[in-house]
């Protein structure tokens, strides 16, 4: 029996800004501010995932180490103010849905 190769598998996550939540099961290789934005999510994702504008900035929840750790502090430290940077803050444009990322929470907080 053939097998079907390299379908996108899909990770149920779940999302959160302001008052509205939402389980979503997201494909693997995407990225999370994009399904964010295909919600409905309003993020102010102004750089269009370049890691330049700060706006896709949310709360992981287990946190996901970021490969570029500095980078990302220093567009957050930018656009936010020190009280909403978390030690769980991310950039969601630089977060990429894998399998193990099952169950994870991520919160974009509202600016201030
Ligand atoms: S979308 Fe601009 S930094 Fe992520």
Request: charged share 30%; proline share 4%; hydrophobic share 35%.
């Amino acid at each position: 029996m053939g097998g079907i190769a390299a379908l996108a598998r899909s990770v149920q996550i779940t999302l959160t800004r302001g008052d509205k939540t939402v389980d979503v099961d997201a494909a693997e290789g995407s990225r999370i501010f994009q399904v964010a934005l295909d919600q409905g999510l309003e993020i102010p994702a102004a750089c269009g995932g370049n890691k330049v504008c700060g706006g896709c900035h949310c709360y992981v929840e287990p946190f996901i180490e970021p490969k570029d750790k500095e980078g990302e502090a220093d567009v957050l430290e930018d656009l936010w103010e020190d009280d909403q940077i978390k030690s769980n803050s991310r950039l969601g444009c630089q977060i990429t849905v894998t399998a193990d990322m099952a169950g994870t929470k991520f919160e974009f907080p509202l600016e201030e």
